[in-house]
């Protein structure tokens, strides 16, 4: 499809999909499913996932009664407008300004400079009638920083842009089609006038006389939108990967190459040890990053909850849980979709694997609702400040409860003796926690030898991100320890979900080893000891991997690759597929006539042939 057909089509789906959501109608639970199935970027995304969100968490009551009923019947559709195109990780340094006219009751929104216009919003090029945008509030020449206002786009007679408002699409993204049919917009203000009550006033609000009245509620709510969705992501992160692997654990099992004796077959590619040192900690992934998906779901309810009733004790810990895994499992998924790619070989990279279009799509999940390296830096700075308050009396908890044990876990030795001592839950946690707490440790006794902590910061960024990274490791781990303590029913089961639990650890002990042993989390025997037992557990994986990726119950529509048929049929619809090409349309091609036949002619000729 062309750019245009392919947006076009979109809408397409977008608009039957909320057809069959109203008319059966779906809960939203089966509304979720159906995003998924829909499987493409689209203006519902925003609408629902943070334009809504942004609605219900920082308006008054009276907006959420004016503007949600409105919002809930798609008789407006929103956006979520805070990126510009001079600043996007930096929110406090956005641009926009909306300046109270105390004459009017309205605020003025204006973009004062190019690098202010908003860009890369989804669904604000082409669709979106309003949005929240996110601007730098001015009352009597005094800036309160940034705060969200609900703004009416486009005209809803014409869809034209209101006066006073320039708007379009920001152009073609990476790969043909893949986020493609989102229009990621453009936006500036030409002094454009809304009404006071159209600013979201729950966190802090403007008079009629035009006096700023800040709420005694963390102002970090403003950014509460974006910890719901980046919470979301991290389950997505699991169903891409598990997409992937399932393709390319099934095309490893109909694969053949070598070790052929005799004339008879040669070896399925997924026994040679290589495919399943690559192939097995991705499947271990995909199941890691779908039950931290599901605490991380918990903890957001549970933060959501305690918000309510005005306790605010738990955000900073939800806002680095939120941010680090976000980071953490969309780094882990784009590598394992791309390692995909290359374990199915050379087909991999046709577009019938459906490995380059997922990658396409997926890969930008590692810098929209947050940079992944500046989110790792939002948990270093949590972990700085747990570090520096041990010992003052305040016991760390949550995910950093484990650095209550800091003298123990600073100087512990490792009692790892042989191979299967590497099953054992505690010894595992306790050597990815040895490691999590001795990084940061060392970071914040790094920083106290700088005077300015701002610039000890600056110039120990790489450090402080490799500890939140081994944080975050540590969570994804011990969440799935945590997962097979519970219930699980059947033994076979819980044996499959415990070798790939400990895959999955093992597995970043030798990607990390660097850490481990610089640390002496573990010593280099233990690490050989640690790689052994990672090869066993690769042998026992092996005859259940098609099976672990069946249950990911992918149809082969939803899938959309040849290579990971549930038929395992490839070769013949490799070609079936081949010859759909238009190239194949005729035998000769087009252009012959005109490049080919002259050039060789010429050729001919002077060879005298
Ligand atoms: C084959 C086909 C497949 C198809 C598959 C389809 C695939 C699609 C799948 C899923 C779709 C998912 C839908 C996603 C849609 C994506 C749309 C994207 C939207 C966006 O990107 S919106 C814009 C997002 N922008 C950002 O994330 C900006 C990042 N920057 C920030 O968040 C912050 O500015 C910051 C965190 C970097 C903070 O910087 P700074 O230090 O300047 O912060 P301050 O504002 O001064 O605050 C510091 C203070 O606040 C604490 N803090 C910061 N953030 C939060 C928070 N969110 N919650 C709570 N607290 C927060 C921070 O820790 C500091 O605290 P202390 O003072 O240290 O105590
Ligand atoms: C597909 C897609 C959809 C999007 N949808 C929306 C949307 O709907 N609404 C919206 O408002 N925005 C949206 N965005 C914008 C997105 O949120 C931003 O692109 C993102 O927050 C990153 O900001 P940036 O582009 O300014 O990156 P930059 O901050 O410019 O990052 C550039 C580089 O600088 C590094 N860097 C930046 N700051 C630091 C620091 N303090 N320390 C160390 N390194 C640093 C980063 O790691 C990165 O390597 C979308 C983006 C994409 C790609």
Same mark, same amino acid.
């Given at each position: 499809m062309t750019r245009k057909e392919l947006f076009k089509n979109t809408l397409r789906k977008s608009v039957h999909a909320w057809k069959l959501i109203n008319e059966l109608p779906l809960s939203d639970d089966e509304s979720l499913m159906l995003r998924h199935f829909m499987d493409q970027p689209g203006f519902l995304d925003l609408h629902w996932r943070m334009f809504v969100p942004a609605i219900k968490g920082q308006g008054t009551e009276e907006q959420k009664q004016k503007w949600l009923p409105l919002a809930n019947k798609m008789q407006i559709i929103g956006c979520y407008a805070q990126t510009e195109l001079g600043h996007g990780s930096n929110v406090? #340094?956005?641009?926009?300004t909306a300046t109270f006219d105390p004459q009017t009751d309205q605020f003025i929104l204006h973009s004062p400079t190019q690098t202010s216009s908003k860009w890369w919003p989804g669904g604000l090029g082409k669709v979106s009638t309003h949005a929240v945008i996110y601007a730098r509030l001015i009352t009597d020449g005094k800036d309160h920083g940034v705060h969200g206002f609900i703004v009416q786009l486009r005209n809803m007679d014409d869809h034209s842009p209101l006066p006073g408002i320039t708007i379009g699409d920001i152009g073609v993204k990476f790969g043909n089609g893949a986020y493609n049919s989102m229009d990621n917009g453009f936006l500036m203000f030409d002094k454009f006038c809304i009404p006071r009550d159209q600013m979201l006033m729950r966190l802090s609000k403007v008079t009629r006389e035009g006096k700023y009245v800040p709420s005694d509620v963390p102002r970090q709510l403003m950014y509460g939108t974006m910890v719901s969705v980046r919470q979301t992501i991290v389950s997505n992160a699991s169903i891409a990967m598990a997409r992937a692997v399932c393709i390319a654990t099934r095309y490893s099992a109909v694969r053949r190459q070598f070790g052929s004796q005799n004339g008879g077959i040669e070896t399925q590619v997924i026994d040679y040890k290589t495919q399943q040192n690559r192939l097995f900690p991705l499947l271990a992934s995909a199941y890691a990053f779908r039950f931290v998906g599901e605490w991380l779901k918990w903890l957001y309810t549970d933060v959501t909850q305690r918000l309510e009733a005005s306790d605010f004790a738990t955000l900073p810990e939800a806002h680095a849980c939120t941010a680090g895994l976000k980071s953490m499992t969309t780094s882990a998924t784009s590598d394992g979709i791309e390692e995909c790619r290359k374990l199915c070989g050379g087909h991999g990279y046709l577009w019938c694997s459906g490995l380059p279009e997922l990658f396409a799509v997926y890969v930008p999940a590692c810098t929209y609702e947050g940079d992944n390296v500046v989110l790792q830096l939002q948990v270093a700075r949590f972990l700085m400040k747990t570090v520096s308050q041990l &010992?003052? &009396?305040k016991a760390p908890a949550g995910t950093t409860a484990y650095m209550g044990r800091a003298k123990h876990l600073l100087q512990c030795r490792s009692s790892i003796r042989k191979a299967e001592d590497w099953l054992n839950p505690a010894m595992v946690l306790e050597t990815f926690e040895a490691r999590a707490l001795r990084m940061a440790v060392s970071c914040a006794n790094n920083l106290s030898k700088f005077e300015n902590q701002e610039q000890g910061f600056s110039e120990l960024l790489a450090d402080l991100v490799e500890a939140a990274i081994a944080h975050c490791q540590l969570i994804v781990v011990s969440k799935f320890i945590v997962k097979l303590e519970g219930e699980i029913k059947g033994k076979g089961v819980k044996n499959q979900l415990k070798n790939l639990c400990y895959i999955y650890a093992l597995h970043l002990i030798h990607k990390h080893l660097g850490d481990f042993l610089s640390t002496n989390s573990i010593t280099s025997e233990q690490a050989s000891l640690a790689n052994h037992q990672l090869r066993s557990l690769y042998t026992q994986v092996r005859p259940n991997a098609v099976a672990l990726v069946d249950a990911f119950d992918y149809t082969d529509h939803y899938l959309g690759s040849v290579l990971g048929r549930y038929d395992g049929n490839v070769y013949p619809k490799l070609f079936e597929e081949a010859l759909k090409d $238009?190239?194949?349309?005729? @035998? @000769? $091609?087009? #252009?012959y006539h005109e490049y080919i036949r002259p050039l060789i002619k010429q050729h001919l000729r002077s060879a005298r042939l």
């Open positions: 406090q #340094g956005l641009e926009t &010992g003052s &009396g $238009p190239l194949n349309d005729t @035998v @000769v $091609p087009d #252009g």
